[in-house]
């Protein structure tokens, strides 16, 4: 069965950490880039971060740059987030996905999307 299936997520207190995972069955992620997404209530779907296993090139939305590090365990079939110093405003639903295109496509354009996860829920205290 192809999936992906994402877990981590919880409540954490602002300024605290909190590592995602993203686990691939059914297929590899060698071929894709792979990129991590939230919504918050209220708010259109934005790109967090991106990574092409290719190449290693990576993509970070200007609001998580220096704070969020994206990874992948080839060993896995895992793509993590390290979130590190969040805040309220980091509260969303996060989804991981799959794509055969750039990471700035992905990230920011949603293009040539595969395959989705079905979300964490993170959640911010201040």
């Known amino acids: 069965q192809v999936q992906l299936v994402e877990s981590g997520g919880g409540l954490v207190q602002s300024g605290g950490s909190l590592r995602l995972s993203c686990a691939a069955s059914?297929?590899?992620?060698?071929?894709?880039?792979v990129g991590w997404f939230r919504q918050a209530p209220g708010k259109e779907r934005e790109g967090v971060a991106c990574?092409?296993?290719?190449?290693?090139?990576?993509y970070y939305v200007d609001s998580v740059k220096g704070r969020f590090t994206i990874s992948r365990d080839y060993a896995k079939n895992t793509v993590y987030l390290q979130m590190n110093s969040v805040t309220p405003e980091d509260t969303a639903v996060y989804y991981c996905?799959?794509?055969?295109?750039?990471?700035?496509?992905?990230?920011?354009?949603?293009?040539?999307?595969?395959?989705w996860g079905q979300g964490t829920l993170v959640t911010v205290s201040s």
């Open positions: 059914g297929f590899t992620l060698d071929y894709y880039t």
């Open positions: 996905g799959t794509s055969t295109t750039t990471v700035q496509d992905m990230c920011v354009m949603e293009r040539l999307l595969e395959h």
């Open positions: 990574i092409k296993s290719s190449d290693g090139s990576t």
